[in-house]
Structure formats: structure tokens, C-alpha cells
């Protein structure tokens, strides 16, 4: 079992930053992949950004040249800098594992709101 517990949220104006962060117990050496992903309101969930054990990173084209995803392994955390924030990144942004051996996200954590207003 994996937890994870997002914290870094808020209400942030236009242009501004902010950083998510997301703290991983339990199990933690079996997670391959941690990832962000974001459900805007009437919206799907989007993956926003991941990164392997190793450090290989992917990101959306919505996240590419503002979003930063980053790992501390020796705490076990993994953090997404956004910069440069747009209204339309408002959303419900939530953590992901998915752990070696699996071909789906196998955990999730509970979810942190970012608003940005216009």
C-alpha cells in the first residue's frame, strides 16, 4: 500500500506560482511513476506531468515551458512548480503512483485546489 497526501494548493492571480507537493509512505520503493493530474470542473482528469524513478519527465502540452515536476527521494516527495499560472489551470490537482510491474495508477492522493483568478 501507498499513501500520498498532496498539500500546495490555493488561490493564486494570473501570472503567479505556486507548488504542489506530494508525500509518499508506505510502500514507497514499488512506485516506478509519480505523476499530476488535474480535473478542471465538467472536465475529464488529465495527466499534467510525471517523472520515473530514474528522473525521466513527460509533460503535457498545456504544462510545457510553465510546469516544473521534480523529486526529493530522500523524502520521499515529489513537487510540480507551476509558473506562470492561467485561469484555465484551475482545477482539483491530484497525486498518482503506479508501481512497477502495473500498467495503470494503482494510488491516488486526495486532491489539492489551485484557483486562478483572472
Known amino acids: 500500500q501507498v499513501q500520498l497526501v498532496e498539500s500546495g494548493g490555493g488561490l493564486v492571480q494570473a501570472g503567479g506560482s505556486l507548488r504542489l507537493s506530494c508525500a509518499a509512505s508506505g510502500s514507497i520503493f514499488s512506485i516506478k511513476v509519480m505523476g499530476w493530474y488535474r480535473q478542471a470542473a465538467g472536465k475529464q482528469r488529465e495527466l499534467v506531468a510525471s517523472i520515473t524513478r530514474d528522473g525521466f519527465r513527460y509533460y503535457a502540452d498545456a504544462a510545457k515551458g510553465r510546469f516544473t515536476i521534480s523529486r526529493d527521494n530522500a523524502k520521499n516527495t515529489v513537487y510540480l512548480q507551476m509558473n506562470s499560472l492561467k485561469p484555465e489551470d484551475t482545477a482539483v490537482y491530484y497525486c498518482?503512483?503506479?508501481?512497477?510491474?502495473?500498467?495503470?495508477?494503482?494510488?491516488w492522493g486526495q486532491g489539492t485546489q489551485v484557483t486562478v483568478s483572472s
Open positions: 498518482a503512483a503506479l508501481l512497477y510491474g502495473s500498467d495503470k495508477w494503482d494510488f
